[in-house]
Each structure stands twice: as C-alpha cells, then as structure tokens.
C-alpha cells in the first residue's frame, strides 16, 4: 500500500488541497445558510363570515405569517404593488357549510408565477383537513363542531413546524448544492496526482521498476475516494452536528447518497487528470466545467425553473440525480426512495471510470 499511504500523506499535508477540500465548503456553506435572503410572505385575510371558527383560523394564520391589511374592494391594487403577496378571503357561509360537511373553497389571490404562497396553502389545507374530520366526528353538529374544535386547535403546534420546516429544507439544499460543487473541486485537487506525477516524470521512474499499473491505478483509487468519503463524513457530519442543519429522516441516507456521489467525482477527476497534458490544464478544465454542472443540476435554483429544454439537458449529467435524491431525502425519503438515483449515479460513475482508464496504455508508455 505504499501509493495508497503517499497520496494520502500528499493531500492531507497540502494547506492547498484541504482548504478546498474542507475548509472553503464549510465557509461558503455556514455563510450562505445563515443569509435571512428570503423576503418574508406577506398574507392578507379578509374574513366575510365572521364566525368564531374563521376568526380562529385567521388568528393560527397570524401566528405563523406576516399579516398585512387590505380591504376586500382593494385586493389587485395590493398584490400589484407589493403590498401582499397572498390575499385569503373567507367567504359568507363558509363556516355554515364547513359544518354541514359541504367542503367549502377558500379564495386565494396572488400574482401568476410565484411559489410564495405554497407554505400559507398547504397550513390552511391542514387546518381545514382536520375541521372536516371534527365536522363528521361532531355527525354535523355546530355545537359539538365548536367543542372539537378547541381539542383541535392543540395541534397548531404541529403546523407551525411544518412552515418551519420549508426553511430548514430550503437551507440543506442550499448547503448540499454547495458540496456538490466542491466535490467536483475536489476531484481534481486529488486526481491531479495522477497528471503531476506525469509530468515531473515521477511515474516513468515508478514504472521502471517493479510495479504494475494495475497497482498504482488501485492504489491510486482507493486514496482518492478515501479523501472524498473524508469530506463527505466531516463536512455532513459537522453540519448535522456542530449546526443542526436538517437532513430528513437519518442523516446517515444523506452520507451514502454522498458517497455514491464521490465514486463519480473520483470517476471524473480520473478522465480530466489523464487526459490532461499538465495539472493546470486538469485545474482549469474542472473550474470551467463546474459551473454549469452545477447550474443545470439544481445546485444553484430548483430546476423547476429551468426552460424544459435545460431539464432535459440536465437529465445527462449526475449532478442532477444526487439534487434530485437530496430532495427526496429532505422531504422524509429513506434509501428505498432514491434507488433510482444511487443506480444512475453508479452507472455514471462506471461509464467515467472507464473513460478514465483508457489511456493507462498510453502512461504505462
């Protein structure tokens, strides 16, 4: 293991390589996690019913969003000018309806486009979920609705956690596309060994001797996903622990999509440091490939909001695959439900690895 033990002794006593490897990520992530850049929902209710029960919804609204006033005849000129970005109007009769089991709609108002209002939908959905359910338990009773309703309104604490949670997804994603991309940094910083043993003729003297490059190559390897699997423990591992970032169900299903991620960022670093005539070209080719790996992945924005045309582009590369299994994880997936994801990155990772590797030949000689 004499490869194996030299790489590792070159990567972790380079100040270089474990800044980017560690340290920069860490900096970028707890930076960008820690930004308040999202502007707070502004949330309007106009309550036409005025019973006891809208009042209570309208009072659960404004414990969880910012609460803005606007008059029922003034509803467009707001949501134009910013002044809310989501008007909710309880109509007349709501309630009576609610009570006699009919499903009543919520009118909802907001500018065509935007997303802003999901978290405010999904609560009232939940808070109407369980009215309906009072509703029919009460057999359709007003009396005994209102008498079920206040051993309901116990569980607003529930529903505020899960507007909560939205943040708290939103901040891992962002974290995790920021590992995404120094991952692929790294895969250079370590595979690069590779192109500069090449290039100080270190690895025609090392093939002098007795040693076979199926040797060095596996040597080689194994250190370089060492690193990954290093970065991807400490940097997870900090972040779950030292700042208690969310990472869904288990933190653990998190570290093995990463792994199975590092495989491919290995993978790739082993096709650009081979091919590479210098390592500055190998250092260059990462920078100038990063960028929009990441971009057309979904490490950057939702790929939601991407034209088609760039999803469908992004359905070739593995960054997209390891984003789309972070969501899935983040929204209570386990390791089951990105199966998917952990085959196709598998078998990108193959795919590169022997991309990689054909021209062994060729540095053998």
């Given amino acids: ?30 930076i960008f996690t820690s930004l308040d850049y999202e502007k707070p929902l502004q949330l309007a209710v106009i309550d036409a019913d005025q019973t006891p029960f809208t ?40 309630t009576q309806e609610l009570v006699r089991g009919e499903s009543p709609q919520v009118e909802g108002y907001s500018i065509s486009g935007t997303n802003m209002a999901l978290p405010v ?34 569980g607003q604490l529930f529903m505020s956690f899960t507007v909560n949670s939205d943040i708290s997804r939103n901040k891992s994603t962002t974290a995790m596309g920021f590992l995404v991309q120094f991952m692929l940094y790294m895969s250079v910083m370590t595979t690069g060994i590779i192109a500069e043993d090449r290039q100080n003729k270190t690895i025609f003297r090392i093939f002098s001797g007795p040693v076979s490059m199926k040797r060095y190559m596996a040597e080689s390897l194994l250190s370089f996903m060492m690193i990954a699997a290093l970065q991807v423990i400490a940097i997870i591992g900090l972040l779950h622990f030292g700042v208690n970032l969310y990472f869904g169900n288990s933190v653990l299903n998190m570290i093995v999509l990463f792994l199975f991620f590092a ?33 057309l992945g979904g490490s950057y924005w939702p790929r939601d909001y991407m034209p088609d045309i760039l999803v469908s582009i992004g359905n070739f590369l593995p960054t997209s695959w390891v984003m789309s299994g972070v969501q899935k994880l983040l929204y209570g997936g386990d390791l089951g439900s990105i199966t998917q994801e952990l085959m196709i990155l598998t078998a990108f990772a193959g795919v590169f690895f022997l991309v990689g590797t054909m021209r062994r030949a060729d540095v053998a000689k």
């Fill in 121 to 154: 939908e999904a609560f009232i959905n939940s808070y109407l979920d369980g009215a309906n359910d009072v509703a029919e338990t009460a057999n359709y009773n007003e009396a005994l609705f209102y008498q079920g309703m206040k051993v309901f309104s116990e």
């Fill in 263 to 295: 495989v491919v960022t290995v993978a790739l670093g082993m096709i650009i440091s081979n091919y590479a005539k210098t390592p500055v070209h190998a250092y260059v080719t990462i920078l100038l490939l990063t960028t929009p790996l990441v971009m």
């Fill in 55 to 94: 009042r209570e919804l309208a009072q659960s609204l404004e414990e969880n969003f910012r609460i803005v006033d606007v008059a029922e005849g003034e509803i467009v000129p707001a949501l134009i000018e910013g002044d809310a970005d989501y008007v909710v109007v309880l109509p007349n009769g709501f």
């Fill in 1 to 30: 293991m004499t490869f194996f033990k030299t790489n590792m002794q070159r990567i972790l006593t380079s100040k270089v390589r474990m800044l980017i490897i560690l340290v920069v990520p860490l900096l970028f992530i707890l």
